[in-house]
């Protein structure tokens, strides 16, 4: 038994994972998990750095993280750092800032192993569950993940669109207009088109989606009250509900979204653009699984993640 943290940096959140993890056995169990919204990835689609204050929230959340640790009794720490720090050109500032604060040199990994760690994540409790092949999409700030496969993952690609990078980027009216909403469909239907030349979305027997734009339409389409993970994770819903949902999300202002119950503030702004490319991207995947001869009729929610699969990783080493 191994006493680890995972850290996952991304362009909103980051977030903490504090397990003990049973390699032998197969068995994590959670101690401590918890998130915090910090926007990393504020401006950098527009600017190509780092912003001074978020990196200032980031590193502050560190800190913090770092305490958890620390009182827990941590053995080995892995923070894996994703988009924003992978697109920034003052990355180099965020390194560092992360080694003064944890005493961990943060990992900025690449689209394909994010999408892996993220497959581990996701199919380490699904499998048996639910038939594979899996399509597991991670759908972050700054990009999205797709990986393919069974046991281990066969195929996977990296695509740069993400809740906070087609705010920034299209999204900007409250709410948005058909011009914005038709930019940003384009943007995402480009890289599908490049995605599924990589990975063969016709293929998926079961599609699973990860993240908080996930979690968070999944909350609004079982029409829960307040957030709840343990309802969340694992749903099955129907492929119309999640589009319904998605719909609905997109086309609300900021005052009805932060209305709804389940809904992080630090999501408020950004959930359109990641309802969008939910919509999009399950919308695909319906499509090119009807025309490999198959049907996709529901979509399955998972609460584990990336972090997870970072949490793994690290009994590991």
Known sequence: MTRVAAIDCGTNSIRLLVADVDVEAGTLTDLDRRMEVV????GVDRTGRIAPEALARTLDAARRYGAVCEELGVERIRFVATSASRDAENRADFVDGVRDALGVEPEVVEGEEEAALSFRGATGVLAGRHPGPFLVVDLGGGSTELVLGTGSPEAAYSMDVGCVRLTERH???????????AAAR?????????????VPLGKAVTLVGLAGSVTTVTAHALG????DPARIDGSVLPVGDVLDACDDLLARDRASRAALGFMHPGRVDVIGAGALVWHDVVARVRDDVAAAGAELTQVVTSEHDILDGIAWSAAER
């Not at 926007?39 to 504020?42: A, C, H, K, M």
């Not at 239907?189 to 599924?196: C, E, K």
């Not at 829960?224 to 957030?227: F, H, M, N, V």
């Open 39 to 42: 926007r990393l990835g504020q």
């Open 186 to 198: 384009a943007d995402v239907a480009a890289a599908l088109d490049v995605a599924s030349g990589v």
């Open 171 to 181: 999204l900007r009216s409250d709410p948005p207009t058909a011009a914005e909403i």
């Open 224 to 227: 829960l009250a307040e957030y």
